[in-house]
């Protein structure tokens, strides 16, 4: 009985520490996050999965709005931020007024939820002794 007294008393101590586990999951979080907006980005659509609007002259939309993306872990909040003309072509501010989102409002899109709960997920499974999947 002490033996089964001893793993549950582990077992307790491992669900009080699943806090812990979202920081050290923050920057695997912040990489799929990355990735997807990437992905977004080369897709040429909105958070969504919409197409953004065409450009006049028939080129490819913000076509090098990868490179103005930065997204990195602090604690366990993930930041995505745009910066110079492709942050005001997000907003709808850049000349024409066209606005391409490019980044999330208020909630996540279905595949970058997706993502970030597998690698919760994964992290949480790890850390509770069990594999995930």
């Known amino acids: 009985m002490a033996k089964g007294l001893a793993q549950l008393d582990a077992h307790i101590a491992r669900v ?4 812990r586990v979202l920081v050290s999951a923050a920057p ?4 799929v996050v990355e990735a997807e907006l990437l992905r ?3 897709a040429g659509t ?5 197409a953004w ?12 709005a990868g490179k103005a993306l930065a ?5 366990t909040r993930v930041f995505a931020r745009l910066r110079g003309h492709i942050a005001r072509h997000h907003l709808g501010t850049a000349r024409g007024r066209v606005e391409r989102q490019i980044l999330p409002g208020k909630e996540l899109p279905k595949a970058m939820s997706k993502a970030v ?15 995930h999947g």
């Open 16 to 19: 009080e520490s699943l806090p």
């Open 28 to 31: 695997e979080v912040a990489e």
């Open 40 to 42: 977004q980005i080369s």
């Open 46 to 50: 909105d958070p969504e999965g919409r």
């Open 53 to 64: 609007k065409a450009r006049e002259d028939g080129g490819r939309p913000l076509a090098t």
């Open 71 to 75: 997204v990195v872990a602090i604690g």
């Open 117 to 131: 709960g597998e690698v919760l997920l994964e992290h949480a499974a790890n850390h509770m002794g069990g594999r």
